[in-house]
């Protein structure tokens, strides 16, 4: 899905008016839209109570318009427009379970002036879930309303998909409310779950169809990662695994792996005609030998491969490589610190891609996806529950497990990151964020492949 900038927006807002859609109507469309999250959200809840500020502008319009749907389907809803907001901020507000933010929208210049920074701090100390309309209020600035939900309309705006813009925007929800968005340009994108290519599934099929993948993993202390990067692929729908690690570890792996992996010891490792992708890395450690054995292995591969953690460090870099680093190993690809990575995410992800000719998954909130075309492809799915060990081995197995079954390098790099992401969505939906765990993501994969999915 295309993100736009603000000023394409505008002109989509106009285009869509100008073929005879009144302003009047896109806002009973937007609020109607707001409305309906906010429903959806206070009902999954049991809850009832709703607050709502609305500035001046569109945003606000937006606001009212929600308010009185949000009204009539039985909710107790609560408005405050702007020319009250000073004298309803200096009372007591009413409690509330909800709060939709419609007080300013992309229009803003220069910080929040009063009273509107009053309200977006006190937005943030309710301690209650926030719903923003198009954006977060105050987005950019030092005064920032932190929104659980962002409900945006038409396409993406490129400042909702921004590195600095994650902890303010939360979960992305698009509305489609009858904008002419058709033939509108940008090199950076939003991956739906519409944007996804998966292997079909024909009743014919047989193990086979869907490919064989070699996994190499694993060291002395790093048994886990193996074994769940193997899981992961089997779940992500591969016909076979392989999983080869180290002699002196294959016990421990072998007795800890799902009964659909076949694990063998790396000094054992068979012909490579049998396979149709490798994934390489997770767990191997950086002893000498390791470092290696993975430097001559890699450079003489025809297969796809996607190459993850302690493998970044030691292969020669040649066209046609899947890499899937977290900001501390792009810091050691690129020789910056993780700060400097983290602090411009995108450009630093676009040309390495460019100047390598290898397709980049730069892992963190908001995974970039690019390639030696330099277009940006950015995830949306995915939680801070998923800010654990063996998040990482797991998306390396789904990838080469899509490779395997024949997907093209970059269709199967974006179809991984947002399935592994959604996987967390799901499964934090079960466990809550703060339990879940790589193996919770593991299983929720079967569920992240549908089709009817919201993102």
């Known amino acids: 899905m295309k993100a736009v900038t603000t000023d394409q927006m505008r002109a989509l807002d106009q285009r869509t008016i100008a073929a005879g859609t009144s302003g009047t109507e896109l806002m009973e469309r937007a609020g109607r839209t707001v409305a309906h999250h906010a429903a959806q959200f206070l009902r999954h809840r049991n ?48 409690a509330t379970d909800l709060i939709v933010d419609g007080l ?18 006190f937005i943030n100390a309710a301690g209650v879930p ?26 993406p705006k490129i400042e909702l998909l921004q590195p600095s813009a994650a902890d303010f925007v939360g979960q992305l929800e698009i509305a489609d409310i009858g904008l002419l968005t058709a033939d509108v340009t940008s090199d950076i994108e939003l991956i739906t779950r519409a944007d996804i290519v998966l292997p079909e599934r024909k009743r014919s099929a047989h193990k086979g169809t869907f490919g064989h993948l070699l996994i190499i993993a694993g060291a002395e202390g790093y048994t886990g990662a193996p074994v769940l990067c193997a899981h992961a692929a089997a779940r992500a729908g591969v016909g076979l695994v392989t999983l080869a690690v180290p002699r002196n ?13 076949m694990p063998i010891s790396l000094d054992r490792l068979p012909s490579l005609e049998s396979f149709n992708a490798i994934a390489i890395g997770p767990g191997l450690g950086r002893a000498p030998e390791t470092q290696k054995f993975v430097r001559d292995f890699v450079a003489k591969l025809k297969l796809p491969v996607v190459v993850d953690a302690d493998a970044l460090d030691a292969i020669t870099l040649r066209p046609g490589l899947i890499l899937t680093p977290h900001p501390g190993e792009m810091a050691r690809l690129t020789g910056k610190t993780a700060p400097e990575v983290q602090a ?10 460019r100047e390598h000719n ?22 949306s799915t995915g939680n801070p529950g998923m800010a654990k060990g063996g998040m990482g081995d797991a ?43 790589a193996t919770d993501l593991i299983a929720a994969l079967g569920a992240a492949q549908e089709k009817d999915q919201s993102r």
């Open 47 to 94: 809850a009832k109570k709703v607050l709502l500020f609305a500035g001046k502008g569109n945003n606000g319009g937006d606001a009212i318009v929600a308010a009185r749907h949000l009204a009539a389907d039985g909710f107790q809803s609560t408005l405050i427009p702007f020319d009250q907001l000073a004298e309803k901020l200096a009372s007591t507000l009413p």
């Open 249 to 261: 570890i294959y016990e421990i792996v072998a007795g800890n792996c799902p009964p659909e992996v």
């Open 130 to 155: 926030v719903l923003a309309i198009d954006v977060p209020s105050g987005l950019g600035t030092n005064t920032c309303v932190r929104a659980d939900i962002t409900v945006t309309f038409g396409l």
């Open 104 to 121: 300013l929208g992309t229009g803003l210049t220069g910080e929040v002036r009063e009273p509107t920074a009053t309200a977006i701090r």
């Open 395 to 437: 998306l390396t197995g789904i990838i080469g497990a899509l490779l395997a079954q024949g997907l093209p390098t970059l269709e199967a790099t974006k179809a991984g990151v947002f399935l592994h992401g959604r996987a967390g969505d799901i499964a934090a939906e079960r466990t809550g964020q703060i339990a879940l765990l």
């Open 344 to 353: 411009n995410r995108w450009e630093i992800a676009r040309k390495f891609a």
């Open 358 to 379: 290898v397709t980049l998954a730069l892992k963190g909130a908001g995974t970039v996806v690019t390639d030696k075309s330099g277009k940006l492809w950015i995830n």
